[in-house]
């Protein structure tokens, strides 16, 4: 399997139009695990970490049906290739930055993937849309339960399941919702929505890019404590607050429509003007153009534009998409900026 | 996990990049936001990282009188220190959590406000758990003066010891 294979789709979690699909992108929960006596990653030789690859991987090929998913030695893979998994979700940005051997498997509709080594000896996630989060949870349990039939994971009676970092122990579990909140970031109302999620222990966070939280209206929010509750609590609070967001973030959209519809129409529409002229587009700036066309078709301003098609350019406008699809070549004078700009172009006038 | 300018409870997380090296940031709700209208304000030229640097610093060297006076172990497995610990707040090993178990207690109470577990047990901790959980139950059930149920939970008490014995 080639990773330029998977240039041709999007990935299958952002093809959500059902329900929320206005605001919500996708759902994430993932479970942390560790195999006993084997140091923790920060703390593991170069021999152990090709140990635990190989061990974890012997397990895995007993429980996963392989023929359905992808193995790759994240050793073996340019920068690039590391960047494009981590721009998929299916790696994490510590997991391309880590050292020693680690690996990545993940089932073919990219939906379910477990890193090797990552922070923890292992990290499994599924991520789904909004209907099938029930389905999901199972599946990952029905996952974790076959593999700890055939191998020990640490855990201690009182701290639950040990993880590297305390933060992450007991469950392990880490649920998340990713947001698309240009409404409340807009009217500056996300002061209220952290302060919100602070009082019944969830976490927001910026979803693309680091160094600010938000970028392009996008937010994830998750549950800040793993210990204490079991898994279905965690998941069932993160999955009571959603809502609340959803109709806050719906209920400022409205007012702003019936308030300064001439200003929101404006907004979505030079957006859309900008991507369709501008010859050199930065990421943080096609996360913004992107974000305002979002909310011109969510609004219904904006018409023959489907959500898919936006949330595709969400994933396939970062750099190492860019570099994949022109295999890395650039003409004379050329920039990534001029490519995303042709990219985004191409995107919205097909 | 505290917030690093006001020393509330910190629930927002940025991370932030200067020249390859990734900090986290840790603020509370309220510090949260002015923290990003900070960063948003074209205005302001010098650094961010001047800025919380300074935080951290304080924070930091705080916090290292602070674990002279806890501990001095180091796990024999995996040679993590606790102040190697604190600075990078991970742990080396599952030892660790064996070899600092009261700082790690304290530590887990501060984050998750609980410090038991109380979600799935691997298979061979099942009927521990159900005996756990169980027991709990009884005891509810006794302060409510509802005797029948507690006769019941009793009995199934009973058949899962003498199960777990056999």
Redesign the interface.
Known sequence: MKLSNLMKNTTQWLRNEGENADIVLANRIRLAR?I?H???V??MSEEKSVQLESFVKEKLDRVLPMDQYNYFILNDLSETDLHFLSERHLISKEHV?GEGRRSVTFSLDEKFSIMINE?DHLRLQVIFTQDEAQSSWKKL?DL??QL??IV???????????T????N???G?RVSTMLHLPALQMTNQ??KI??A??AV??????FFG?????MGDFFQVSN????????K?LIQTVESVVPQILKYERSVRNKMLKSDRGRIEEHCHKALTTIKEESEISFRESLRLLSAIRLGVNLELIPDVGIKKINEGLIQSHDSHLKKSTKGHLGDDETWEMIRARFLQNLFTN | MKCEKCNKEATVFFTEIKQDEKKEIHLCAKCAESYQNYIADPHITHSISDFLGGLLQIFASKEQTELKETSKDVCSDCGMSIHEFHASGRLGCERDYRVFRSDIKDLLLKIHGKSRHRGKVPHSLQKWKDLVDLRKRLNSVINQEKYEEAAEIRDKIKQLESAHEA
């Open positions: 560790n006993p084997f140091p923790f920060s703390k930055r922070e349990e974790i339960d700890e039939a020990d994971f640490s855990f201690d009676r009182r701290f639950g399941y040990l590297a970092c305390p933060t122990a007991g469950t579990l996300m002061g952290y302060q999620a602070d222990n969830l976490v927001i966070r910026g680091e160094g600010t939280a938000g800040q404590i793993t210990l204490g509750k079991n898994e609590e």
